[in-house]
């Protein structure tokens, strides 16, 4: 076996581990695989209804109730919906009122105004502060900030960008997003999620969706998380989370579909009397109570079923010859937009890797992409690299679609002149970013409350490492002076 106990710093690829299991050691939940499949699970043998989906009477008395994720007649490709076999339909419960505990969670980006503005130039944030447990519980309800937006859910059009910064889990209530998708991304922290298909376990590095509609637990597991748990999550409102197409790569590459894991049927026996399943809805948080756990599915078949994905098992891809690949191709999902030509939102992944161009600048080009870019890391070097990458792990920086920016770092300027050997790049580290076609208008937390924006984090002399080289060639200035042009 590998060295999975140092696993985040250590494993150039998840095969460094030579792991025999499909997931970490520290996870202890067993998944079905396959990204797009139909999938079922049943906690107890004979749950599930073989050959229809509503019995008159089902199995061990459970109530059939179905969730759609799509239109009803969406076509096949499409069609996203699941069956699930319950104690009690989700219908049975007490009154619904709406609540305040989170003020620092919006859904509302059409226009820039007093509260949402653009961030016009290069941006970071300092690590996001982790609430400190003596100064009192934060949980994942009241843990959750906005950074950011573009477009609002109740028009099914647009995304925005979260923060959790948490020190407890979640007792006695269940979360479910009514607005759209949640793609989170652990940073720091295990967390134990409970959802209503079965549990999942995320660990640093690892991803998960958890879709529009569908309840959650989020329990921090405290032996493994001392400092709370951290991390970031992408709202998507009226698209679903695909591959990428893989066009002359073939059939397999990037990330593998039979990597995405779906969790087995659990049901939570242990907990009795009240419960409060809080729901966002327009970014409004309400509560709705019940005296029954929502963790009942005793079995379920279906597509839409949320799912994780370890980056670390990202099978990268670049030239073998000149030039530096576009961006694209770390792209591990990608959400559509109604435009064919521009996604949503791209989510990529930057880890170890080799970097084997010759002839070539390696690092990034200098570039205004019409996509707006978010990079995080989620762990490696603290405050490294150039505008691009002067964050540290737990923080941020951000780019507004067009806004000029490349690299402009020692490191950067000496790969002009570094001699062209194969060399491993990214080690001991893991970056994602977000590449979107909407420029986000972002919050009064994101701006000023987090208390961790630097707006300006590289000096101005930075970018006189990149000096008029050009203007002081000889050859091009004889040639100028030719043309009469000096
Ligand atoms: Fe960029």
């Not at 305040?100 to 941006?123: E, H, L």
């Not at 793609?183 to 298909?197: C, K, S």
């Not at 996604?343 to 930057?350: E, H, K, S, T």
């Not at 067009?402 to 020692?410: L, Q, R, S, V």
């Amino acid at each position: 076996m590998g060295d999975f106990g140092h696993f985040n710093t250590r494993v150039f690829h998840w095969m460094d581990a030579r792991s025999k299991k499909s997931t970490r050691p520290e996870d202890p939940y067993n998944y079905l695989t396959g990204f797009g499949n139909e999938h079922q699970s049943e906690f107890i043998p004979g749950a599930l209804p073989i050959g229809q989906n509503s019995p008159q009477i089902c199995a061990y008395g459970l109530y059939a109730e179905q969730i759609t994720g799509s239109s009803f007649a969406a076509p096949r490709s499409g069609s996203m919906r699941n069956f699930v076999y319950r104690r009690r339909p989700a219908c049975v419960h007490g009154a619904t009122t709406k609540i305040k505990t989170n003020t620092s969670v919006t859904a509302a980006f059409m226009n820039a105004s007093g509260n949402i503005q653009n961030i016009p130039a290069q941006v970071s944030w300092s690590p996001f502060i982790i609430p400190d447990k003596a100064d009192g519980a934060v949980d994942f309800v009241n843990g959750l900030h906005t950074l950011g937006g573009s477009g609002q859910p109740s028009v099914r059009e647009g995304l925005a960008y979260h923060i959790f910064a948490i020190n407890s889990s979640m007792q006695g209530k269940a979360f479910v997003n009514m607005d759209g998708d949640f793609l989170f991304v652990a940073q720091e922290g295990h967390l134990d999620i409970t959802t209503e298909f079965g549990h999942i376990y995320l660990q640093p590095s690892e991803i998960c969706v958890i879709q529009q509609g569908l309840r959650f637990k989020l329990e921090i597991n405290e032996a493994k998380s001392p400092s709370g748990a951290r991390g970031y999550i992408i709202e998507t409102w009226g698209t679903k989370w695909e591959l990428p197409e893989l066009g002359p790569l073939g059939g397999y590459g990037l990330a593998n579909s039979r990597d995405f894991l779906f969790p087995t049927a659990d049901i939570d026996t242990r907990t009795t009397g009240a419960w409060n399943i809080i729901s966002k809805q327009g970014g409004e948080y309400y509560n709705t109570s019940q005296n029954h756990t929502p963790f009942d599915v005793v079995a379920w078949h279906g597509n839409y079923i949320p799912y994780k994905y370890d980056l670390s098992k990202f099978v990268y891809h670049n030239t073998v010859s000149v030039d530096h690949t576009d961006p694209c191709i770390n792209t591990v999902l990608t959400a559509k937009s109604r435009d064919p030509h521009a996604p949503l939102c791209d989510f990529l992944v930057f880890g170890p890797r080799w970097d084997v161009a010759e002839h070539t600048f390696r690092p990034p080009y200098f570039h205004r992409n019409c996509a707006s870019e978010f990079l995080a890391r989620i762990y490696g070097p603290e405050g490294t690299g150039g505008r691009s990458e002067v964050f540290s792990p737990g923080g941020a920086s951000y780019e507004a679609g067009f806004t000029p920016h490349g690299n402009a770092d020692e490191r950067t300027v000496g790969a002009m002149h570094a001699k062209m050997k194969a060399m491993r790049v990214g080690e001991n580290q893991l970056t994602f970013m977000l590449e979107s076609c909407r420029s986000l208008l972002f919050t009064e937390w994101a701006l000023k409350d987090c208390g961790v924006l630097v707006a300006e984090d590289i000096p101005e002399s930075a970018w006189d490492l990149l000096p008029d080289r050009f203007g002081q060639n000889e050859e091009a200035i004889r040639l100028l002076k030719e043309m009469g042009r000096m």
